[in-house]
C-alpha cells in the first residue's frame, strides 16, 4: 500500500486539495493506497476523531466517487498523524507526502524513518524562492529545526516542473527528483451562451498578494474597455480582497467582480463563459488553474513566475515577465485578437492539456516511480 498524508482537503486550502486526492485516485487503479488528512470534503462526518471514510463520499474533480482509503483525523497535530500513520504502517510499502512545514509533514517522516519505509516528498510549491520568502524568520527557523532534515532526507521527490526541481538542487538536495506534473478532470464541457454582454478575462484561484492580483488591476487601469470584464474568483487569504477592492473604488476601475468561492460546476461554468484567462502569479510550481483554463479551451496569460513556456511555444497564450508593463501588452495584444483567433488558440491549448495533463497518464507514470523506488522496476524517464 501507498500511504500519502496530506493537512487538508478543505477546497479553500488551494490546489494541492484538489490534486493529492486525483493523485492518489489515478494511482489507486492499479495498487492500494490510502490518504491520511484533516478533512474530508463533507463536514458533517467530522467527529474530531479519528476514523475511515468510504471512498465515496471523496469529492474532488468532476465529483465522481474514489476508489482509495480515506482516513480522516481530528486535527493537523503531529500527535494526529503519527498517530494515524502508526495504525496503517503494518500494509504500508511507501510514505508518499506532500507539502511543508507543517506537523503532519514532520510525523510523516519521522515515521518513515521509525519504520524504515521509504519517504517520498511532493514539495507543492513550498520552497519556491517567492514562497521561502514569505513569513521569512518563522521559515528560517523552522528550516533549522527540522525542515530541512526532511527535504534533505527524503529518499527522492516530486517536483511538478523542471524549475522547481532546479530551485531544489540550489537548496542541496542530490537524491532523485521526479518530474510529474499535476493534472486536470476532464469534465463534460458546458456549452458556451451565444451572446454574451461583455467578453471576459477570468482569473481563478486563491486571492492572495502572490497571486499577482494588484498588478493585474494596476495594468486594468490602463486598459479598461467597456466591451470586456475582469472576474475573480476565490478566496480571499490575509484580508488582500479588501486591499483590492479599495484599489478599484481609489482609482474608479470599472467592470470588475468579485465571485468568491466557487464549487465545482461553477469554476467550470465561468471557464467556459470566459473568452480570456489570467494568472499573474508572482510564484507557482504548476498553477493547476492554468491547466484547467486549457483544458475548457482558453488561451492564457500567466507569467515567468509559473512553469508554462508551452504557452508561448505553442501559440496559444502569453507567458510573460512579472509586472504590470508585460501585463498591459499582453492582455491588450488578446483583447486586439478577433474571436476565431481567440477561439484557435483556446483549441491548440484544449489539446495540450488531454495530451500532457490526463490523470490516467500521470497515475501511470507515478506507479512506474513507486515500482523503481520498491526495487521492482527499471528508472523511469520521468526521474532525474
Known sequence: ????????????????????????????????????????????????????????????????????????????????????????????????????????????????????????????????????????????????????????????????????????????????????????????????????????????????????????????AKLQNDDWCIRIAGPSEEGHREELEGYIADHQLKNISFLGSLNDSEKWQEYVNADLFVLPTHSENFGVVVAEAMAAGLPVITTKGAPWAMLNENNCGWWIDIGVEPLIEAIREAMNLNDDERQSQGAIAQKLAHDHFSWPKIGTEMNQVYDYVLGKGDRPGCVI
Request: charged share 20%; proline share 5%; with cysteine.
Open 1 to 220: 500500500m501507498i500511504l500519502h498524508t496530506h493537512i487538508t482537503l478543505d477546497p479553500t486550502y488551494g490546489g494541492p486539495a484538489r490534486t493529492v486526492p486525483a493523485l492518489c485516485d489515478a494511482v489507486a487503479q492499479t495498487r492500494e493506497v490510502s490518504l491520511i488528512s484533516t478533512f474530508t470534503g463533507n463536514r458533517k462526518q467530522e467527529t474530531g476523531g479519528r476514523g475511515k471514510q468510504e471512498s465515496a463520499q471523496v469529492s474532488v474533480g468532476s465529483g465522481q466517487a474514489k476508489s482509495f482509503e480515506l482516513v480522516q483525523v481530528g486535527d493537523g497535530s503531529y500527535r494526529s498523524f503519527a498517530t494515524a500513520i502508526e495504525q496503517e504502517i503494518e500494509n504500508t510499502e511507501i510514505i508518499h507526502d506532500h507539502g511543508a512545514w507543517l506537523p503532519n509533514n514532520l510525523a510523516s517522516f519521522k515515521m518513515a524513518k521509525k519504520h524504515n519505509k521509504p519517504f517520498i516528498l511532493t514539495t507543492r510549491g513550498m520552497f519556491e524562492p517567492w514562497a521561502m520568502d514569505h513569513k521569512k524568520w518563522k521559515k528560517k527557523l523552522a528550516w533549522w529545526l527540522y525542515e530541512r532534515r526532511i527535504l534533505l532526507g527524503a529518499d527522492l521527490i516530486h517536483a511538478t516542473a523542471m524549475s522547481e526541481a532546479q530551485n531544489l538542487r540550489a537548496l542541496g538536495c542530490k537524491q532523485d527528483i521526479v518530474l510529474i506534473p499535476n493534472g486536470v478532470d476532464f469534465p463534460k464541457i458546458l456549452p458556451r451562451p451565444q451572446k454574451q454582454e461583455n467578453k471576459t478575462l477570468l482569473f481563478i484561484s486563491r486571492i492572495h498578494k502572490v497571486k499577482g492580483l494588484m498588478n493585474l488591476l494596476q495594468a486594468w
